[in-house]
T-cell receptor
Framework: GENVEQHPSTLSVQEGDSAVIKCTYSDSASNYFPWYKQELGKGPQLIIDIRSNVGEKKDQRIAVTLNKTAKHFSLHITETQPEDSAVYFC??????????????FGSGTQLTVLP | DVKVTQSSRYLVKRTGEKVFLECVQDMDHENMFWYRQDPGLGLRLIYFSYDVKMKEKGDIPEGYSVSREKKERFSLILESASTNQTSMYLCATLDRGLYEQYFGPGTRLTVT
């Protein structure tokens, strides 16, 4: 099955600096790579995703890059703000059963933005 | 807005008890999932359902069962709770043919 590794497990940055979180996956058949943000006391929420036919995707201060050859993808947050502090999860998917696309999640990164 | 609700935010049960965790969604999504979240392990899939009365095992189904009698409701059952099932449990939904999973707020279960 799919295996997703995520690094680092904790990351502290100064407000206004950039943050980068990296993930690798094992199954070359995976073709969908979302990133979820989990704030304290809440469930994870999708913030950006990328499919395997695209190398990079941006949404304001957030960008995701994908290297299919190396089987890794990264989340980039620029101009970090205190409200970016949260746990971030990467995930990979290529498996469907019935109509359900299954996700395999990374272990999570606790991002802290210091004022 | 998609709304996924879970019956309890916090739950404390004793070893050996039968435990029911309920998840309800209001968006008519075909697919529903149960995950457990543990520090350093991320989210791991326990079971999922792609239709009423249909279920499939995820990566860690041992010690759990599920029930989906109605489309909007997906229940996770711990037949005989054990201390190693102390965890955060998250329910999620997914619309047919789409990609984004929507999560509930989670139930933090402590088994003593």
């Amino acid at each position: 099955g799919e295996n997703v590794e995520q690094h680092p497990s904790t990351l502290s940055v100064q407000e206004g600096d950039s943050a980068v979180i990296k993930c690798t996956y094992s199954d070359s058949a995976s073709n969908y790579f979302p990133w979820y943000k989990q704030e304290l006391g809440k469930g994870p929420q999708l913030i950006i995703d990328i499919r395997s036919n695209v190398g990079e995707k941006k949404d304001q201060r957030i960008a995701v890059t994908l290297n299919k050859t190396a089987k890794h993808f990264s989340l980039h947050i620029t101009e970090t703000q205190p409200e970016d502090s949260a746990v971030y999860f990467c995930a990979a998917s290529g498996t469907t059963s019935g109509s359900a696309r299954q996700l395999t999640f990374g272990s999570g990164t606790q991002l802290t933005v210091l004022p | 807005d998609v709304k996924v609700t879970q019956s309890s935010r916090y739950l404390v049960k004793r070893t050996g008890e039968k435990v029911f965790l309920e998840c309800v969604q209001d968006m008519d999504h075909e697919n529903m999932f149960w995950y457990r979240q543990d520090p350093g392990l991320g989210l791991r899939l326990i079971y999922f359902s792609y239709d009423v009365k249909m279920k499939e095992k995820g990566d860690i189904p041992e010690g759990y069962s599920v029930s989906r009698e109605k489309k909007e409701r997906f229940s996770l059952i711990l037949e005989s709770a054990s201390t190693n099932q102390t965890s955060m449990y998250l329910c999620a939904t997914l619309d047919r043919g789409l990609y984004e999973q929507y999560f509930g707020p989670g139930t933090r279960l402590t088994v003593t």
